[in-house]
């Protein structure tokens, strides 16, 4: 809904932090918030994930995405929508990953007496919405 409501006139970049031991980078979150901004975006965009091999100006269609490795850092992310003057952030913090364990069961629980099919968590999120 920000990348929607600030259109183009700001430069994007997701930052993603996680403990030591995760493998994939960026992370599947980080990679579905970029892909999730891409989608209302007009024209085109790419995405940018490493700059220091790059000796250019910003590209005004780039969305950055940078991941940091660390400890035992649960989850982070951060989305920067930076203007003109003006910097806007939105962010998560997940300190446990209980918290997952719960969206596991919410989810397990919306699915009963569900029919077979393909099911996302938008579905569940649209159910919680609506109450």
């Known amino acids: 809904m920000a990348a929607k409501a600030l259109g183009g006139g700001f430069d ?9 031991q ?6 599947g979150t980080a990679l579905m918030i970029a ?7 007009k024209g085109n965009t790419h995405y940018m994930y490493d700059r220091h091999s790059q000796r250019k100006k910003r590209d005004p269609s780039e969305i950055g995405i940078h991941s940091c490795r660390g ?11 930076a203007g003109d003057q003006e910097v806007i952030t939105l962010s998560h913090s997940a300190q446990s990953k ?16 569900k029919p077979a099919g393909l099911y996302n968590m938008s579905d569940l999120l649209k159910k919680e919405g609506s109450s």
């Not at 400890?71 to 929508?81: A, D, K, L, S």
């Open 98 to 113: 209980g918290i997952f364990a719960a969206g596991a069961v919410n989810a397990a629980v919306y699915l009963v007496g």
């Open 35 to 41: 892909d999730g901004i891409s989608s209302v975006l």
């Open 71 to 81: 400890g035992t850092i649960v989850g982070e992310h951060e989305v920067i929508f």
């Open 22 to 27: 995760k493998i994939d980078a960026p992370s």
């Open 12 to 20: 994007i970049e997701i930052v993603e932090k996680h403990h030591n």
